[in-house]
């Protein structure tokens, strides 16, 4: 990570982290911006995009762009003059979603009642994710990704299924979610089987 200064220019170079720590790390340098002080944040991690865009909106910060160049994302933020940052007690929520997700799949493996997942839809970051779930209510899990699938931070929602799991793609690609496919446990692999 390292921060320049170029031309009375702020940026953020966050290449090579992966999530969460590249929004959180943006949240926190934006909160110590002064009002109408621009950022521009570069990052390599994937689900970067769909993340800042879900920031930017919750903190009332302003998206002056976002562009993708060289597998990077780069976006350039503007510190709003009534922010609503992200407390604390948001980011301890944040960390313990994690935990969370790992207990829950935990249970869900071992639970011999359990009926057990065997599709697992992908999402472009995992606020998609938790978005997901709760529009879903109950109609799917969300777990954490197997690194089977891919060892980034990430999220997938468990279903029983090959056609409850495009059923449920389709419906939150319709309702403008970004998901990104559907896996097939096989075994101890995992197999892309849409699209």
Same mark, same amino acid.
Do not use: A, H
């Given at each position: 990570m390292e921060v320049m200064e170029k031309e009375e220019k702020? +940026?953020? !170079? /966050? #290449? =090579? /982290?992966?999530?969460? /720590?590249?929004?959180? @790390?943006? #949240?926190?340098? +934006?909160?110590?911006?002064?009002?109408?002080?621009?950022?521009?944040? @570069? #990052?390599? !991690?994937? =689900?970067?995009?769909? !993340? @800042?865009?879900?920031? #930017?909106?919750?903190? =009332?910060?302003?998206?002056l762009s976002i562009k993708k160049e060289d597998g990077k994302v780069i976006a350039e933020i503007k510190k709003s003059s009534t922010p609503s940052e992200p407390s604390l007690w948001y980011w301890i929520k944040f960390h313990s979603l994690g935990v969370k997700l790992h207990v829950r799949q935990f249970f869900m493996m071992i639970n011999p009642f359990s009926e057990k997942p065997d599709h697992f839809i992908t999402f472009s970051a995992i606020s998609e994710g938790v978005r997901a779930e709760k529009y879903l209510k109950g109609r799917a899990k969300l777990i954490p990704i197997p690194d089977e699938i891919d060892p980034r931070c990430g999220v997938v929602l468990a279903v029983k299924g090959e056609k409850k799991a495009k059923d449920i793609y389709h419906e939150l690609q319709k309702e403008g979610f970004f998901v990104e496919a559907i896996y097939k446990k096989e075994g101890k692999n995992y197999r892309r089987i849409y699209p």
């Open positions: 702020k +940026v953020l !170079d /966050l #290449s =090579g /982290l992966m999530c969460p /720590l590249p929004i959180v @790390i943006t #949240s926190e340098k +934006v909160r110590r911006l002064k009002e109408g002080e621009v950022i521009t944040v @570069i #990052s390599t !991690d994937p =689900g970067f995009e769909r !993340d @800042i865009y879900n920031w #930017s909106k919750q903190t =009332g910060n302003q998206l």
